[in-house]
């Protein structure tokens, strides 16, 4: 009888000390972001509309027509006077870039933000054990996770992933990784390294479809600083809590929504095509499928099932079904779920008013929901995969991040792709303690009165028709 006894608590011991190891390891495989930052670059690359118009007014192969299409877009994007661009747009040359100037361009950027956020966590870069870096429209050899590698002297051990041609929704492809990364190696330091290189990236043609692209980039970038050292977790500001990736490669028309090619007279260029909305809310609404059920209370799930249902018994499908699919493109697609219930913060990504607009209604948003996107884009403009971390950095610099809150990541991206995570604030955030946030210098001054560009009033002859043969340039705008 004591053997048995004894056998069954070595048993039952077993089992416990079992299951409280498989717990143990899930806590180190934790992702935390320690900090991040992001890239403001220097005054003298500053871009108003102005300028802008003065960049476009360059490109010969412009007839009138595609002109006024171009100022009518950037006065009406919501970006505003103060965003970034590359140099040689300043001396002249965007059309004509060198190889030197992306990668000139992408130094500028990482040799910032990565020495800030390094030093600010007194982390030596010998201590990084993975690095992602991610840029889509530059591919040189070696690779800039090379350069990065050899400017800053890190391991020879060191993981590396250097990915291009992700799009916007690449920051968190590379969150991706660093977390799939996090379930296999224990006590790691990851640098996400994400930004979009312009200079060699301007189209100088004239297809209307492939020109918008010029008005909405500009210059940005972020370093993220992420580690799952149990250790750290005290340090960090972010836990992530699920991540969800759609592609959409597979259909022709999301595919081919938005895509690099040549136009009919050899000039290369992003192509964006009228297709595209279409492939975006498709892969939206396949992505809020698969992390719904993840970030929602199991109530707000019961009640959209009965309200769906409830709805599906009342309708009668021989009435308005019609008029229901004509209204959707227009207006837009409603959830029908309260996504407040699990989410406390939309970190939206800036592609530009419409995707803000059009996942605001989607998601059933408020104006003070949608405002880090907005101000976002107005002050920095569409900054690519790193547009994420500014908007993050906005709601931080308004003291809006709480312990426990919990942030909505969404990015869109060319194949087509929808990326989206929710990360859980770990600790009160104050803007005192930030001091690399890249909105400290401004942020008193947002949201401001207007964001209405003040060319769209001055300038209102670019929404008249006009006659090619009889039109004068205002005095003024040159």
């Known amino acids: 009888m004591d053997l048995l006894v004894m056998l069954s608590s070595l048993l039952i011991s077993y089992l416990i000390f079992k299951i409280w190891k498989h717990i143990d390891s899930k806590r180190d495989q934790n992702c935390y972001i320690l900090d991040y930052q992001c890239h403001k670059p220097s005054d003298d690359r500053m871009v108003s509309t102005q300028f802008s118009g003065d960049v476009i007014l360059r490109n010969k192969h412009l007839r009138l027509n595609e002109y006024k299409f171009l100022l009518k877009a950037i006065v009406s994007s919501g970006i505003g006077e103060q965003t970034y661009a590359p140099r040689l747009f300043f001396e002249g040359r965007e059309q004509r870039p060198t190889l030197q100037d992306g990668i000139s361009e992408m130094e500028e950027f990482y040799i910032d933000t990565i020495e800030k956020v390094l030093e600010r966590n007194k982390i030596s870069p010998s201590e990084i054990d993975i690095l992602v870096v991610n840029v889509s429209m530059l591919n040189s050899t070696p690779s800039l996770s090379a350069r990065i590698i050899k400017h800053y002297k890190m391991r020879e051990d060191i993981k590396v992933f250097n990915l291009t041609a992700m799009g916007c929704s690449a920051s968190v492809i590379s969150i991706d990784i660093v977390k799939n990364i996090f379930k296999t190696y224990k006590n790691k330091l990851a ?85 595209l909305p279409k492939a975006a809310t498709r892969a939206f609404i396949d992505n809020l499928k698969v992390i719904t059920p993840k970030i929602l209370p199991v109530t707000e799930l019961l009640r959209f099932m009965l309200c769906l249902l409830l709805k599906k018994l009342r309708s009668n499908p021989s009435k308005g079904s019609t008029n229901v699919t004509q209204a959707a493109p227009k207006a837009g697609i409603k959830a029908g779920i309260n996504f407040k219930t699990g989410i406390d913060h ?111 009033e001055k300038y209102g002859w670019i929404h008249e028709e006009e006659d090619p043969d009889t039109f004068k340039m205002p005095e003024g705008f040159m």
């Not at 490669?249 to 992003?270: F, M, N, P, T, W």
């Not at 991206?413 to 005192?432: H, I, M, Q």
């Open 346 to 456: 939309f970190c939206i990504h800036t592609g530009g008013k419409a995707v803000i607009d059009a996942i605001g209604y989607s998601l059933d948003l408020n104006e003070y929901d949608l405002e880090p996107a907005r101000m976002t884009l107005h002050r920095f403009g569409n900054t690519s995969a790193s547009s994420l971390w500014y908007v993050l950095g906005y709601m931080e610099a308004k003291k809006r991040l709480k312990r426990g809150d919990r942030v909505f990541m969404i990015s869109f991206g060319a194949g087509f792709k929808c990326n989206s995570c929710v990360w859980e604030v770990v600790r009160d955030l104050n803007v005192g303690e930030a001091l690399g946030n890249v909105w400290n210098h401004c942020i008193d001054q947002y949201p401001p009165k207007s964001i209405l560009n003040p060319f769209f």
């Open 191 to 275: 640098l996400v390294v994400t930004s979009e290189s312009l200079s060699p990236n301007w189209y100088s043609g004239n297809n209307r479809s492939m020109i918008l692209a010029n008005c909405l980039f500009r210059s940005g970038g972020c370093a993220v600083l992420l580690t799952n050292k149990r250790s750290l977790s005290r340090r960090a500001m972010f836990k992530l809590r699920c991540l969800v990736r759609t592609h959409h490669g597979a259909r022709d028309d999301s595919y081919s929504a938005c895509v690099q090619k040549e136009d009919e007279l050899g000039h290369i260029g992003v192509h964006l095509d009228k297709t």
